[in-house]
């Protein structure tokens, strides 16, 4: 007894084409089989059409790759509890988790000038809180760029901890410890003996991100 082929009409209707769904699979993709399988061709694919359906709205895998990062920042929520300052860090670690979480997508805002509408949501934020800070509108708006490299640098640096082969970042510091410790101590002096501190735990981030609102509040452009 022969089978016949399922027809087209009997298949479950596609949910039509938008720049939202192919946005929200491009992420699925990402997340379940990595950066490298991310290609306009394999979006096609989950979609059950062909490329060239894809371009109608996005114009190529760098602009969809744009428009996942935007739409992970719209998991960002916009504290409005604390001072400027407790504000200002809930908001940052909050962008360099929801940057962190999808492999590669840090590195898309390395470079550019936010344009999405959850990146200005953030974005606006920030000059909002720094402002409340006293900034004059020059150094609040040269700080938001400082702030911005640090938020995009730090997702990048934590996506690539997350990445490493199934490492969680305790075995990776514990792996690069291993090798310090058997460097030759009149070659690499100041490593050698600063080994504990520089590979000591505690909030780096938090640290780093008051270094960067002291600067900025005692270095007024001009």
């Known amino acids: 007894m022969s089978t016949q082929p399922t027809s087209r009409r009997a298949r479950p209707a596609k949910a039509p084409l938008s720049r939202e769904v192919i946005v929200r699979t491009g992420l699925q993709v990402l997340d379940r089989d990595g950066l490298d399988a991310l290609t306009m061709r394999r979006v096609a694919q989950e979609l059950d059409t062909g490329p060239a359906s894809l371009y109608v709205y996005v114009k190529n895998r760098d602009d969809l790759m ?5 739409e992970a920042l719209g ?24 940057m962190s979480r999808h492999e ?8 550019g000038i936010p344009t999405g509408a959850n990146a200005l949501l953030v974005l606006d ?8 800070g006293g900034l004059d509108d020059t150094t609040a708006a040269w700080a938001v ?36 410790a058997s460097l030759p101590a009149d070659r690499y002096p100041m490593i050698t003996s600063l080994r504990g501190a520089l590979l000591s735990p505690g909030d780096r981030g938090a ?16």
Request: proline share 2%; hydrophobic share 50%; net charge negative.
């Open 66 to 70: 744009a428009a996942m990062l935007d």
């Open 75 to 98: 998991q960002v929520p916009l504290t409005s509890d604390g001072s400027w300052q407790e504000q200002l860090r809930t908001l940052v670690a909050a962008a360099v988790g929801a």
């Open 104 to 111: 590669g997508l840090a590195v898309t805002a390395l470079g």
């Open 125 to 132: 934020r920030v000059l909002a809180l720094l402002k409340q």
């Open 145 to 180: 760029d400082l702030i911005h490299l640090y938020i995009t640098a730090a997702g990048a640096e934590q996506s690539a901890y997350n990445a490493k082969d199934g490492l969680v970042q305790g075995d990776y510091i514990a792996e690069v410890d291993r090798h310090y």
């Open 207 to 222: 640290w780093a991100l008051r270094v960067l609102i002291n600067g900025i509040l005692g270095t007024p452009v001009g």
